[in-house]
C-alpha cells in the first residue's frame, strides 16, 4: 500500500488490541455504526481519497502538537508519556474529542481542494502569471497566497496542517486534548508541566492569514474587470483551481466565500445556481462544467447546463433576495422547515 494511503498502516498498528476485541466489535456497538454507515447517502459518504488525505492530515497535525508539547517538558517526564499519532488519534477519538465539527470541515476542505487541484492540467498557472503581472498589487497577493499554499505542504508536497492553520479557537481545544491525551501516559508529577507546556505553545502559536483569507484578497485587488477577464474562470477550472474559481465567483455573487465553496461542490442545481448568480455567460458556464465537472462532483456536465437554462431570472432574483438575509437565520428557518 502506498504511503499516500495511510489507513492500512494505521490499522495495522492498532492490530494486537483490534484482534483483541474482535468479538465485542461485532456486538451492538459495531451493528449501530454500520447501521448508519449502511444507509448513508452515497452523495454524503466520504470517497476514499477524501478519508485517507483527512486522515493523514489528522494524524499528522496531532503528531506535530505532540512534538511541539514534548519539547517543552524536562526529559523525564518527556520520556514517561511517548506515545504515537495513531495511539493519540485513537484516545481522542473515544474520547469525542476530535468529533470537531470545525475540525472535520477544514480537513474535509483541504482534502477536497487537494482532490480537485490533483486532476487539474500542468503547466504553468494563472496564480503564477499573476506574481509576475504588472500590477503591483494584484503581484504582491498573489505571491503570498503562493507562499501560503507552500506552507500547508510537506516536505513531499502533500497537503498538511499546522497549528497556525486554525483558528484561535480550535487551536485551544485540540492543543489541550492533545496535552491530556499525553498526561494519561506520564508521571503523575507530570501533570501540571504538560499543562503549562500547551499554554506555552499556545500563546506562541503563530498568526497567519489562511488560504481563504489570502484568496479573497486577491480576488478583492483583481477588481470587477479582472475577474471578468475572458477565460478566466474556465482557466482556473481546467487548473483545478477550485478555492480561487470559488473566490471569483463569490465575489461576482456578493456571496460569503464559504456559500460559494459548498455551491460549487454541492451538485449540478446549486452550481447552475452559483454561476447565474455570478452572471456567468452561458458558454464560459458550459465550458466550465465540460472542463471541471467530473472533478467538482458532476457527474453529467449535459445535465448541470440543463439546471443553467432552466433556472429563470425571477429564481435568480428570489435567490439573491434570500442570500442577502443573515445566514444564521437563512439556517435556523432550513432547519424549522425540515421539522415543520
Request: proline share 4%; net charge negative; hydrophobic share 50%.
Amino acid at each position: 500500500m502506498p504511503a499516500e494511503w495511510p489507513i492500512t498502516s494505521a490499522l495495522s498498528e492498532g492490530r494486537e488490541t483490534r484482534t483483541s476485541t474482535a468479538f465485542a466489535a461485532a456486538g451492538s456497538g459495531r451493528l449501530a455504526a454500520v447501521v448508519q454507515d449502511f444507509f448513508l447517502s452515497p452523495e454524503a459518504r466520504l470517497t476514499e481519497q477524501e478519508r485517507s488525505l483527512m486522515t493523514a492530515m489528522l494524524h499528522g497535525l496531532v503528531e506535530r502538537i505532540a512534538v511541539e508539547i514534548r519539547a517543552r517538558l524536562s526529559p523525564e517526564v518527556a520520556a514517561s508519556c511517548e506515545a504515537s499519532a495513531f495511539e493519540l488519534v485513537a484516545d481522542l477519538t473515544r474520547a469525542g474529542l476530535v468529533q470537531d465539527e470545525a475540525l472535520v470541515a477544514l480537513l474535509l476542505r483541504r482534502a477536497d481542494v487537494q482532490r480537485i487541484a490533483s486532476s487539474g492540467r500542468g503547466g504553468r498557472s494563472t496564480l503564477q502569471g499573476w506574481t509576475a503581472g504588472h500590477d503591483a498589487e494584484v503581484a504582491a497577493a498573489a505571491m503570498s497566497l503562493v507562499t501560503a499554499r507552500g506552507r500547508g505542504r510537506d516536505r513531499f508536497g502533500r497537503v498538511s496542517l499546522d497549528l497556525s492553520d486554525l483558528s484561535a479557537s480550535l487551536a485551544q481545544r485540540l492543543v489541550v486534548a492533545v496535552a491530556a491525551a499525553l498526561g494519561r501516559r506520564c508521571l503523575e508529577a507530570g501533570d501540571a508541566e504538560i499543562a503549562d507546556a500547551a499554554n506555552d505553545l499556545l500563546s506562541s502559536r503563530t498568526e497567519w492569514s489562511s488560504p481563504e483569507e489570502l484568496e479573497a484578497a486577491l480576488v478583492d485587488a483583481l477588481g470587477s474587470d479582472g475577474r471578468q477577464a475572458p477565460g478566466l474562470l474556465v482557466a482556473l477550472a481546467a487548473e483545478g483551481d477550485a478555492p480561487l474559481l470559488a473566490a471569483v465567483l463569490a465575489a461576482e455573487a456578493c456571496l460569503a466565500p464559504d456559500e460559494a465553496w459548498d455551491a460549487l461542490l454541492g451538485g449540478a442545481d446549486d452550481l447552475a445556481l452559483l454561476l447565474r448568480l455570478a452572471g456567468v455567460p452561458r458558454p464560459e458556464a458550459a465550458a466550465l462544467l465540460a472542463s471541471a465537472g467530473p472533478a467538482l462532483g458532476i457527474g453529467d456536465p449535459v445535465r448541470a447546463i440543463e439546471a443553467y437554462d432552466a433556472i429563470s431570472a425571477e429564481r435568480v432574483e428570489e435567490a439573491r433576495a434570500e442570500l442577502a438575509l443573515p445566514s444564521a437565520y437563512r439556517h435556523a428557518r432550513r432547519i424549522i422547515g425540515c421539522h415543520g
